[in-house]
């Protein structure tokens, strides 16, 4: 199984941004998804997940401007980002969640600047 994350990039505060994970090995509907984040010196921490079409959850820190969801023809997961703060610069990793293991992309950075 590998991941792979793109999308990341320079923007502005208050700007969108939209990553895209793209999964090879294994039909991403059968899983459920997540994102995760690791600012500098911090550790990685969870953004969102979604279980199904329907079940989602979200850091506090997010809920109302990110959406996690997922093309399952395309075998991809997304992550749209609204509203971005200096608060959300961070490298950012999509994962599976899988049966006894996880398996981890190798991250995009987003920079949230002016």
């Known amino acids: 199984v590998q991941l792979q994350a793109s999308g990341g990039g320079l923007v502005q505060p208050g700007n969108s941004l939209t990553l895209s994970c793209e999964v090879y090995?294994?039909?991403?509907?059968?899983?459920?998804m997540a994102w995760y984040r690791q600012a500098p010196g911090k550790q990685r921490e969870f953004v969102a997940r979604m279980n199904s079409d329907v079940w989602r959850t979200y850091a506090d820190s997010v809920k109302g401007r990110f959406t996690i969801s997922r093309d399952n023809a395309k075998n991809t997961v997304s992550l749209q980002m609204n509203a971005l703060e200096p608060e959300d610069t961070a490298v950012y990793f999509c994962?599976?969640?899988?049966?006894?293991?996880?398996?981890w992309g190798q991250g995009t950075q987003v920079t949230v600047s002016s």
């Open positions: 090995g294994t039909i991403i509907s059968n899983h459920p």
């Open positions: 994962t599976l969640i899988g049966n006894g293991s996880n398996y």
